[in-house]
């Protein structure tokens, strides 16, 4: 059966440090893999996506994630934080359905 | 290009009663999809159409949820009678691909439905 874990309900960060949030996965074969980010009163936005080819994917505000293969990880990042990224962050897995993770909320502190 | 359109935004029901929702996707998204999103989770897929066909309904409470997408365009999710434990956002996304999509989705608003 699919499954997606976000092992973390919430993570703090100063503001200027670098971000992760995780996510991993339980899929047979090679499945699509996605960030979406829920501001607060807005709806849910595309971030990035893993289909194939490079590991590390890079997309919007800055964001990039790594696919992991063996860890069966996409584990989202920032080099450096901004307040603005005070969000609910999901991951998302494609395969024979998609699947979303609980939610991560990500506090950045000024 | 507008963005996918949800209404009503919010919606105050009893519990037995019914409810309506209605989407109208991103101009030639093929694929469309229904989630319920429970406060504290993320969302779960109740009805995915590609055109106007169903390509998963396996979440779908069938003996009281109803969906349809007449002309591969504008779709609606029926709930009859609401339970409690509807409660919840109703959220419409769509996406340009088919049923194994590659391609991102489009969120709606979303309508926040209350059952009391």
């Known amino acids: 059966a699919q499954s997606v874990a976000q092992p973390e309900d919430q993570v703090n960060v100063a503001e200027g440090n670098p971000l992760t949030v995780k996510c991993t996965y339980s899929?047979?074969?090679?499945?699509?893999l996605f960030w979406y980010v829920q501001y607060p009163n807005r709806g849910l936005q595309f971030l990035l996506k893993y289909i194939t080819g490079d590991n590390l994917v890079k997309g919007s505000y800055g964001f990039e994630a790594e696919f992991n293969k063996s860890q069966t990880s996409f584990h989202l990042k920032k080099p450096s934080a901004l307040v603005s990224d005070s969000a609910l962050y999901f991951c998302a897995v494609v395969r024979d359905k998609i699947i979303f993770g609980k939610g991560t909320r990500l506090h950045i502190l000024p | 290009e507008a963005g996918v359109a949800q209404s009503p935004r919010y919606k105050i029901i009893e519990k037995r009663q019914s409810v309506a929702f209605w989407c109208n996707p991103i101009?030639?998204?093929?694929?469309l999809y229904w989630y319920q999103q429970i406060l504290g989770q993320g969302p779960k897929l109740l009805i995915q159409?590609?055109?106007?066909?169903?390509?998963?309904d396996s979440q779908l409470p069938k003996d009281r949820f109803s969906a349809e997408r007449l002309k591969g365009v504008d779709s609606t999710l029926k709930i009859q009678p609401a339970k409690l434990e509807d409660s919840a956002v109703y959220l419409c996304?769509?996406?340009?691909?088919?049923?194994?999509?590659?391609?991102?989705?489009?969120f709606g608003p979303g309508t926040r439905l209350t059952v009391t």
């Open positions: 159409f590609q055109n106007n066909g169903v390509v998963d």
């Open positions: 996304a769509s996406s340009k691909g088919g049923a194994r999509s590659s391609y991102e989705q489009y």
């Open positions: 899929v047979s074969g090679n499945p699509y």
């Open positions: 101009s030639g998204h093929a694929t």
